[in-house]
């Protein structure tokens, strides 16, 4: 007889760009939060959470009208009522509409906040950029200081190293200035590409008139060579903002944190000033970037708040998670289970549901494919879910009241009094391996 085949049609699949997140891969996941979690409780950071929709003018205030994201890459649709919500594609604007909507100015500054979310994005979708994606962030709320800046970089880079996955990256770091002063740039950069309009890419074509700035990052060739032609960022961004960035660097420079200073890095959301920095990937640049962050010190203002100055980062998931397999680092799994219990009959089955019940409450984790087929099929089944260890109970064990022990790996057993199997399976597994529950110790793991 042939074999059943799965036929799933395309609209019942995952939506394009929006991928399942399996086991496996949740590893990592959970992993590189472990890592996040235990950099922020060093740093006096708390976790927060900000819904998955907003109002949209919320990325509408913070993101800017014409943003490339806002314009081309936000998901919104309207409410019954009529109001429309957005999916949110970035961080930073709902964590600082939380601070002025639950009024965190009136608690001690800065408020350390960081957050570890699903975002979203009209993206055209291919390796490294997704529709759904995962983000972390960083951010430091209430104070303008360089030595901020170098703190939040700190511990973007801290992270990386964490994870082994820092060797691939450079960090590029740049100034842009107060608004005003990008303002001046941007008239000068466009007034500088007028006439060259036949040497640039169509995308840039579009820039020139909606954001000049961007058109730096274009990685077209011809665009790029008129990019490095193009009047020096610099000569135009207000001395304090280069005071600043002198200062940053000099912090930088003493903590040992390496980085190149490239006058080209924007960064594209409009509510950016001073300090922006990206984690580009060695090979591919600013197009596999892992993260980035900057200053943002007049969008609360711009959202409604007071002003209040502010710096954060954050990090994409997916892309860390690519880089740490490129780089063979195996996450430490504590998925495994250590017994699979296989039994015949129904009296064996009995006495197996509270086994396993007992197994779990002593930390020994274990499954029992409680369906039918013989031991020896079981026992294949324990072989490929490759378990250290299998108990067996069949007819003689239920009337003798006892369990066989199996180690698989080396293929022997031993037949153990039932109330022994638990105490015996520890000694095998070890006190340390074991995974038991109790919710005063799990708060703190
Ligand atoms: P951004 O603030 O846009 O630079 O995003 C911060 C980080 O999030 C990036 O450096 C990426 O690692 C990640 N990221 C942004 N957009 C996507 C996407 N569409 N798919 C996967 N990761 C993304």
């Not at 074509?205 to 000049?212: F, V």
């Not at 490239?262 to 509510?271: E, S």
């Not at 086994?355 to 779990?360: F, K, T, Y």
């Given at each position: 007889m042939a074999k059943e085949k799965s036929v799933i049609s395309e609209s019942l699949k995952?939506?394009?760009?929006?991928?399942?997140?399996?086991?496996?891969?949740?590893?990592?996941?959970?992993?590189?939060?472990?890592?996040?979690?235990?950099?922020?409780?060093?740093?006096?950071?708390?976790?927060?959470?900000?819904?998955?929709?907003?109002?949209?003018?919320?990325?509408?205030?913070?993101?800017?009208?014409?943003?490339?994201?806002?314009?081309?890459?936000?998901?919104?649709?309207?409410?019954?009522?009529?109001?429309?919500?957005?999916?949110?594609?970035?961080?930073?604007?709902?964590?600082?509409?939380?601070?002025?909507?639950?009024?965190?100015?009136e608690r001690p500054q800065p408020v350390l906040?960081?957050?570890?979310?699903?975002?979203?994005?009209?993206?055209n979708p291919q390796k490294g950029r997704y529709r759904q994606f995962w983000q972390f962030g960083f951010e430091i709320i209430g104070e303008s200081d360089p030595a901020l800046d170098a703190q939040c970089i700190q511990i973007a880079n801290k992270i990386n190293e964490d994870l082994g996955v820092n060797g691939l990256y450079t960090l590029q770091l740049n100034t842009i200035g107060t608004s005003e002063s990008r303002e001046k740039y941007s008239q000068v950069l466009e007034d500088y590409y007028v006439g060259k309009e036949r040497s640039l890419c169509e995308n840039c074509?579009?820039?020139?008139?909606?954001?000049?700035l961007r058109m730096l990052d274009c990685n077209e060739e011809d665009c790029k060579i008129l990019a490095e032609l193009a009047p020096s960022m610099h000569d135009y961004i207000d001395k304090e903002s280069l005071e600043y960035h002198e200062e940053l660097m000099e912090y930088l420079d003493e903590i040992g944190i390496?980085?190149?200073?490239?006058?080209?890095?924007?960064?594209?959301?409009?509510?950016?000033?001073?300090?922006?920095?990206?984690?580009?990937?060695?090979?591919?640049?600013?197009?596999n970037a892992t993260g980035g962050g900057g200053r943002y010190d007049s969008l609360i203002n711009t959202m409604g708040g007071k002003s209040i100055p502010a710096v954060g980062y954050a990090g994409g998931v997916e892309r860390i998670i690519a880089n740490m397999k490129k780089e063979k680092i195996v996450v430490p799994s504590k998925d495994e289970l250590h017994v699979f219990v296989a039994q015949l009959g129904r009296e064996a089955k009995r006495?197996?549901?509270?086994?396993?019940?007992?197994?779990?409450?002593?930390?020994?984790k274990?499954?029992?494919?409680?369906?039918?087929?013989?031991?020896?099929?079981?026992?294949?089944?324990?072989?490929?879910?490759?378990?250290?260890?299998?108990?067996?109970?069949?007819?003689?064990?239920?009337?003798?009241?006892?369990?066989?022990?199996?180690?698989?790996?080396k293929g022997v057993q031993e037949t153990v009094k039932m109330e022994k199997v638990v105490d015996r399976l520890v000694d095998f597994i070890g006190e340390k391996n074991l995974d038991k529950y109790s919710p005063g110790e799990l708060l703190y793991s």
């Open positions: 995952s939506p394009r760009g929006m991928h399942d997140i399996l086991p496996s891969d949740h590893e990592y996941h959970t992993y590189i939060k472990k890592v996040i979690r235990h950099r922020a409780r060093q740093a006096g950071f708390r976790r927060i959470s900000t819904p998955i929709l907003e109002y949209t003018d919320v990325f509408k205030r913070s993101l800017g009208e014409n943003s490339d994201l806002f314009t081309n890459q936000v998901y919104s649709f309207d409410d019954k009522k009529g109001r429309s919500l957005s999916l949110k594609p970035d961080g930073t604007p709902g964590v600082v509409r939380a601070y002025i909507q639950h009024n965190m100015d906040l960081y957050y570890f979310e699903p975002h979203f994005r009209y993206e074509k579009k820039l020139l008139e909606e954001n000049p390496k980085y190149e200073n490239n006058q080209k890095l924007v960064r594209c959301l409009d509510y950016y000033t001073k300090t922006v920095f990206e984690f580009w990937d060695e090979k591919d640049g600013s197009s006495k197996c549901l509270g086994l396993i019940e007992d197994m779990r409450e002593s930390g020994i274990s499954m029992g494919a409680l369906g039918k087929g013989s031991i020896n099929i079981q026992l294949e089944l324990a072989d490929k879910f490759k378990v250290p260890y299998a108990v067996l109970i069949g007819i003689t064990e239920v009337r003798e009241n006892t369990a066989i022990i199996r180690d698989m790996k």
